[in-house]
């Protein structure tokens, strides 16, 4: 079953517009990218449930396009969202760290099968999603900063 935040878009995507849609269209690309995150995020909660192995073999299964896209997905939603404390709690800081960590070790298997193209996308991954965190503490310390000066 997929997360809330992703099954809650696709329930709204699929309620728009119900019925097949061709891939190439918008709708078509939004359902992809939210099943898509939301099989993406099942694999985080696997992680930071302790159920390592399995995340980690679930997660060699996907294309890089896949896994691509679904970091841009989590990165991207995630900021969008942040205002939204309902929406953004859905993906949780917690799912982002599981994240990081679950590319690290990604890259560590990587490494040790000498998988380099695997090895530097799972490494670039981790820094995509360490990026989107630093940047949202950096947003609040700046409405901090400015709340108290107001």
């Known amino acids: ?29 939004i359902r992809t990218v939210v099943r898509t995150l939301a099989g993406y995020l099942d ?32 990165v991207r939603l995630r900021g969008k969202f942040r ?23 990604a890259a560590v298997g990587a490494y040790n099968r000498d998988d380099w193209p695997r090895f530097a996308a799972h490494l670039d991954r981790t820094r995509q999603i360490i990026e989107s965190r630093a940047i949202e503490r950096n947003l609040r310390e700046e409405l901090r900063r400015r709340v108290m000066i107001e």
């Open 1 to 29: 079953m997929p997360s809330g935040l992703a099954f809650a878009l696709l329930v709204a995507v699929t309620t728009v517009h119900p019925g097949p849609v061709p891939t190439a269209s918008p709708v078509g690309r």
């Open 43 to 74: 694999i985080v909660a696997t992680y930071r449930a302790g159920r390592i192995g399995d995340a980690a073999s679930t997660l060699l299964v996907w294309s890089d396009t896949e896994v691509d896209q679904a970091v841009r997905g989590l």
């Open 83 to 105: 205002r939204c404390t309902v929406l953004a709690d859905e993906i949780a800081a917690t799912d982002l760290d599981a994240a990081v960590m679950l590319h690290t070790d």
